[in-house]
Structures are given as structure tokens and as C-alpha cells.
């Protein structure tokens, strides 16, 4: 029987960890009557008291979470916040048997327990995924796939920054799939633990029995794939997975937070396969799409907040899918605690406190950014030469540093080798103009500006 007062232990010392990484304010307000209430195979279910504080630990504190928990034990995977309402009174004792011995399904929580046959969350769905102008073609390729598994858009790749849903789509894929097609498997990873699963296998000495896991699924779901950057070894054993799946048939759907054409050290022949089918970018939403996506979670919600409100946070937040509702779900919580109407003021502080400032960037950080993603030496922009393979990404570093952060000519000039302002004025207007009739280099200016705002 599990621990208890393991579990206890575990959690105290994680939030030490935590509580070093956050203000006094935040860890006081978000970590408030937050337990671990089991720890089964890797899984840790932490209880919170409602919806808001579940909201923003998995939006917000995700990351310092996992890690904390992570150096403790590392055989811990994954994390469910569990939604139990208690009072000040009622924390659970060391002798509460119920609490020891129970199942997340007990706690009425099955819509969020991860299946472990397949790693899927049944709460990612077609039904509760919005669909906008910058997700419709992505959308509508599930859709066919959906109605004819394997046989078309095989492999789909989708591409896309961090926050902007490309999980919740690719998993509702699996949901749909699992409760449509019962007769196939469906097996839902991030590459990361893909790899982690390859690793283990050959220390175990069972490589075949790895191949014969992963060869047994229907329906292929992988996430992250840009992890696979520099790892040959891992990039080859999906190569020859990607053969068998091929060859009998079986979908294969993958994520990243770039195109493949873009991850950096990847194998050709395995960029090749990605590119063999269909390749789909998730841009950022536009203002009308982050209006509807607040206005949809506000009807969930049954909290009524002005129309006013709504359109400034959709005006204000405009990167993040996720970084929007962590927004909504404070403004929200705020509703609830103190039992009226927000002023806009009110809101606009709260907005202000709670997300993420514009972080300053130098010249150098783009440099580097921008010569990974060419995959091209750093040192190379800088230097007097007029390769091609040079010039258009200096160029691009001089557009987005007038464009994006308003630094002079001279100075851009004078940071990238000494360059007279006359040729930065030049890059930055062919780039201005490129950009209307090139689709193509507008999607990587937007995928760098990504790496750049998330960096």
C-alpha cells in the first residue's frame, strides 16, 4: 500500500524547491491546500481546491512542478491536478486510508485521468477545440484522416509555436480514433519519451521487444519532434519505424514547434519521409479568433464579464493560446473571490502582474537565434562575405531588429561588422518587400520571431 506520508514528504520538499523559483505572493496564493494524494507508476495526482488553482498550476507553474518532482525521483513522468474541495480544517491526516487507497476514477475525476495503455487525455477533444482562421487547414486535415485512417495526409505534420493547441488537435485525433475505431491501437508520445523508451531498451538488452511495442500500434501520435535534433541514433530508429507503419498502411502523426525543414542536424532521408506527406503550420490566432476563444470559455464558465474586458485581452495577448486562458482564469478567480464586476482598470493591472513582461533581447541573442535556424556559423554574419547563404539571413536579423525592436541603422550596422546604415536600410526594405509576395519567408520570419519571443 502507498505512503502517505512518502507522498507528504515528496510534495514538502518539492515545494521548498518551488517556493525558491516564484514570489512569496504567487507561491502563497497558487500552492495554498495543494497535496499529493497518490503516486502510481510515474503519475503524480495532486489535489487542489478548484478549478482556477488547477488552471494556473498546469498553465503557469507546469514546468517548476515537473522539475521539482523530477529531482526528487526520477522515475516520475507525468503530473494530474485533481480537483478536491477542502476547507482549512480538512487537511487529509496521515492515517487516511481512503485517501491512501484511492483511484482517480473514485474521486470522479475520470475525464482527466491519462489512459496508460495509450498516454492520451480524454479531455483533448474535436468538441471542445476551436477553430479559427489560423488552425482551419490543420483542422480540416484531422478531419479527413479521421475518416479514413492511414490512407491519406500519412504522415501529417504540424508545426507551430508553444501554446497555440497543437497537442489538444493531435490528441483528439487519438479520442476519436480510440472510441470510433475500437479494433485499433492508438499510442500517443512525445519524442523525448520516445527516446527514453529506445535508451532503456538497449540497456536492457531487449531491443526487439521495443520494436515490437511500437510496430503493434494502428495509430501513431508524436509530439515535440524537434527533440530529435542531433540524435542520430534515436532519428534512425524512427526512420525504420516509419517504414513499417508505410508499409502496412498505419497512420503516423507528428508535432513540432518548427518544419522539418527547419529542425537543425536532421537526416535527410528521415526529413524526406516527414515531407512525403502533408505538412501544416499552426500560426498565431488572430484578434477575431482570440475574441471567440475567450467568449466560448466565458459561456463554460457561467461568469459573466464585459465585453470590453474580453476585447482588451484579446487585443493585449496575442502569441499564446495558453498564455490567454491563464489570463481569463485569473481575471475569473479574481471574479469569484471578491464577488463583483472588474473595472477595466482593474483589469489592466491584473494583467500586468500575471503575465509574462516582453523580455529585452540583444543584438547578439538574434544573431545566434537567427544563424541556428539558417543552420550557418554565428561567427559567418558578422565577416565581409556575400555568399547567398549568408546574406538573406543577415539581412533577415537587420529587418527584424528595425521592425521588432526599433534599433537604429547605424547602431544595427555597426553591431553586424561595421556596416555602413545605407546597407541595413537596403536589407530592411527588401525584406519588407519580399515578404508580400513570399510566403515562404514570411513563414520562417514568423517561426524565428517565435524562437526569439520564447527563447
Not at 514570489?23 to 495532486?46: D, Y
Not at 506527406?277 to 470559455?297: C, F, H, N, Q, V
Not at 523580455?359 to 561567427?379: G, L, M, P, R
Given at each position: ?16 524547491e ?53 529531482e526528487?525521483?526520477?522515475?516520475i513522468?507525468?503530473?494530474e ?12 491526516k ?12 473514485d ?12 498516454n ?21 486535415a484531422?478531419q ?51 527516446g527514453?523508451?529506445?535508451?532503456n ?10 520494436k515490437e511495442?511500437?510496430?503493434r500500434?494502428?495509430l ?12 542520430e ?34 537526416e ?5 519521409r516527414f ?10 490566432p ?11 470559455k466565458?459561456?463554460l464558465?457561467g ?13 493585449i ?34 494583467i ?31 565577416e ?26 547605424p ?19 527588401k ?25
Amino acid at each position: 500500500m502507498e505512503s502517505l506520508i512518502d507522498n507528504k514528504k515528496l510534495w514538502d520538499n518539492a515545494l521548498n524547491e518551488i517556493e525558491l523559483t516564484i514570489s512569496k505572493a504567487s507561491f502563497g496564493t497558487w500552492f495554498k491546500h495543494t497535496h499529493i494524494i497518490k503516486n502510481e507508476e510515474g503519475v503524480v495526482f495532486i489535489s487542489v481546491p478548484n478549478a482556477f488553482v488547477k488552471d494556473w498550476l498546469s498553465n503557469k507553474y507546469h514546468k517548476f512542478i515537473i522539475k521539482a518532482l523530477r529531482e526528487l525521483d526520477s522515475e516520475i513522468r507525468s503530473i494530474e491536478y485533481v480537483i478536491i474541495k477542502i476547507d482549512d480544517h480538512s487537511k487529509p491526516k496521515d492515517d487516511d486510508t481512503s485517501i491512501k487507497t484511492a483511484h482517480p476514477n473514485d474521486l470522479g475525476l475520470k475525464d482527466l485521468y491519462i489512459n496508460k495503455e495509450n498516454n492520451l487525455n480524454p479531455k483533448y477533444t474535436f468538441d471542445n477545440y476551436l477553430v479559427g482562421s489560423f488552425n482551419d487547414v490543420a483542422y480540416a486535415a484531422t478531419q479527413a484522416i479521421i475518416k479514413n485512417p492511414g490512407m491519406i495526409y500519412n504522415p501529417l505534420f504540424i508545426y507551430g509555436s508553444t501554446g497555440l493547441g497543437k497537442t489538444h488537435l493531435i490528441q483528439a485525433v487519438g479520442n476519436y480514433i480510440k472510441d470510433n475505431y475500437p479494433n485499433k491501437n492508438v499510442f500517443y508520445v512525445t519524442s523525448e519519451n520516445f527516446g527514453i523508451d529506445y535508451l532503456n531498451a538497449l540497456q536492457n538488452n531487449r531491443p526487439n521487444q521495443f520494436k515490437e511495442k511500437y510496430r503493434r500500434y494502428d495509430l501513431l501520435i508524436m509530439d515535440d519532434v524537434q527533440f530529435f535534433s542531433n540524435k542520430e541514433k534515436f532519428q534512425e530508429e524512427l526512420f525504420h519505424l516509419f517504414n513499417n507503419f508505410s508499409e502496412n498502411n498505419k497512420q503516423i502523426i507528428f508535432s513540432s514547434d518548427k518544419s522539418p525543414k527547419f529542425i537543425p542536424n536532421l537526416e535527410e532521408r528521415l526529413r524526406s519521409r516527414f515531407e512525403g506527406g502533408m505538412i501544416i503550420d499552426i500560426s498565431k490566432p488572430d484578434y477575431e479568433s482570440r475574441l471567440a476563444i475567450l467568449k466560448t470559455k466565458i459561456k463554460l464558465s457561467g461568469v459573466t464579464i464585459d465585453e470590453e474586458v474580453l476585447e482588451y485581452l484579446a487585443s493585449i495577448i496575442q502569441d499564446s493560446i495558453r498564455e490567454l486562458e491563464g489570463a481569463l482564469n485569473s481575471l475569473i478567480c479574481q471574479i469569484q473571490t471578491k464577488k463583483r464586476v472588474l473595472s477595466i482598470q482593474e483589469v489592466k493591472l491584473l494583467i500586468k502582474n500575471s503575465t509574462k513582461p516582453k523580455k529585452t533581447i540583444s543584438i547578439k541573442d538574434v544573431a545566434s537565434i537567427v544563424a541556428n535556424y539558417y543552420n550557418i556559423e554565428e561567427k559567418i554574419i558578422y565577416e565581409k562575405t556575400r555568399r547567398k547563404e549568408v546574406v538573406k539571413p543577415r539581412q533577415i536579423i537587420m529587418y527584424i531588429l528595425r521592425e521588432d525592436f526599433s534599433t537604429s541603422y547605424p547602431y544595427i550596422g555597426q553591431k553586424l561588422g561595421g556596416r555602413d546604415h545605407t546597407t541595413v536600410i537596403h536589407a530592411y526594405e527588401k525584406i519588407k518587400k519580399d515578404i508580400k509576395t513570399d510566403n515562404l519567408l514570411t513563414q520562417e520570419i514568423d517561426q524565428i520571431r517565435s524562437l526569439i519571443y520564447n527563447s
